[in-house]
T-cell receptor, first 114, second 112 residues
Framework: GNSVTQMEGPVTLSEEAFLTINCTYTATGYPSLFWYVQYPGEGLQLLLKATKADDKGSNKGFEATYRKETTSFHLEKGSVQVSDSAVYFCALSDPTDSWGKLQFGAGTQVVVTP | NAGVTQTPKFQVLKTGQSMTLQCAQDMNHNSMYWYRQDPGMGLRLIYYSASEGTTDKGEVPNGYNVSRLNKREFSLRLESAAPSQTSVYFC???????????FGPGTRLTVL
């Protein structure tokens, strides 16, 4: 079956540092890939997505590129802020699944200190 | 525009009690979902509804039932709560297949 693996946290870094969160996936077909973010006490929000190989999703300074050859979708940001402190979830949706169910990774907590 | 709303925000139950978690969306979405979030396990799908009048089991359906009351509302019922059902429950909705899912703020449930 499909699965998503992402790096364990917490990831602690200083303001303006470079952030990378690794995400790899296993899927039988050609899934769509997503990054969701969960701020403290809130629900999940879509951060970015990519629907086919070599697509780059971007939003709020975050980027991720769909790499089919390495089955990866790593999230990056060049200069983080304290407000980026949150839990980040990588997820996939299998287009052969007619109901569009999301398969989530375990989540990576990011803590940015001033 | 409220998006996806959930009630209640917090709930404490004793083992064996029953309760219903409510979810409503005002985005005219066809598909709705219930997830549970547990530490270190991400979100796992409990049940989903592809359209009004249809429901289907997800990854962890045991101990739960759902009702798609109309296009807007999708409720999750615990008939006899167990401590293993202590979790944060999220409802989500989307237009359809592969579309962005929009999440509610969650319900934090504790079963003693």
């Amino acid at each position: 079956g499909n699965s998503v693996t992402q790096m364990e946290g917490p990831v602690t870094l200083s303001e303006e540092a470079f952030l990378t969160i690794n995400c790899t996936y296993t899927a039988t077909g050609y899934p769509s890939l997503f990054w969701y973010v969960q701020y403290p006490g809130e629900g999940l929000q879509l951060l970015l997505k990519a629907t086919k190989a070599d697509d780059k999703g971007s939003n709020k300074g975050f980027e991720a590129t769909y790499r089919k050859e390495t089955t990866s979708f790593h999230l990056e940001k060049g200069s983080v802020q304290v407000s980026d402190s949150a839990v980040y979830f990588c997820a996939l949706s299998d287009p052969t699944d007619s109901w569009g169910k999301l398969q989530f990774g375990a989540g990576t907590q990011v803590v940015v200190t001033p | 525009n409220a998006g996806v709303t959930q009630t209640p925000k917090f709930q404490v139950l004793k083992t064996g009690q029953s309760m219903t978690l409510q979810c409503a969306q005002d985005m005219n979405h066809n598909s709705m979902y219930w997830y549970r979030q547990d530490p270190g396990m991400g979100l796992r799908l409990i049940y989903y509804s592809a359209s009004e009048g249809t429901t289907d089991k997800g990854e962890v359906p045991n101990g739960y039932n759902v009702s798609r009351l109309n296009k807007r509302e999708f409720s999750l019922r615990l008939e006899s709560a167990a401590p293993s059902q202590t979790s944060v429950y999220f409802c989500a909705s989307s237009t359809g297949q592969l579309d962005t899912q929009y999440f509610g703020p969650g319900t934090r449930l504790t079963v003693l």
